[in-house]
């Protein structure tokens, strides 16, 4: 059975760093397309980073330069390294793998405000 259980939000200021963690069990995230998403008050659930098994990565625009995505492959954890966040970065984040099948995790609450 596949479990991902995202840790590390919570609140910050504007201009401040988080790292996320993607603990993630019944699947290795090398063979898988790993990614995270973000649901920002009142707008739709939108993708902020991937990194798939060939370690091809990418980001929108909105978080390009600021946010990392990186992946232990001998742990098996997949991070979300996120730098100078702004009050609109604020949201639930979720991890979410997609390989054979589609998983979510149950989401952190990361809260950017002065």
């Known amino acids: 059975q596949v479990q991902l259980v995202e840790s590390g939000g919570g609140s910050v200021q504007p201009g401040e760093s988080l790292r996320l963690s993607c603990a993630a069990s019944?699947?290795?995230?090398?063979?898988?397309?790993m990614s995270w998403y973000r649901q920002r008050p009142g707008k739709e659930r939108e993708i902020v980073a991937f990194?798939?098994?060939?370690?091809?990565?990418d980001y929108p625009s909105a978080v390009k330069g600021r946010f990392t995505i990186s992946r232990d492959d001998a742990q098996n954890p997949v991070y979300l390294q996120m730098n100078d966040l702004r009050p609109d970065d604020t949201a639930v984040y979720y991890c979410?793998?997609?390989?054979?099948?589609?998983?979510w995790g149950q989401g952190t609450q990361v809260s950017v405000s002065p």
């Open positions: 979410n793998s997609r390989g054979s099948s589609t998983h």
């Open positions: 019944g699947i290795a995230v090398r063979w898988v397309t």
């Open positions: 990194i798939n098994a060939g370690r091809t990565i």
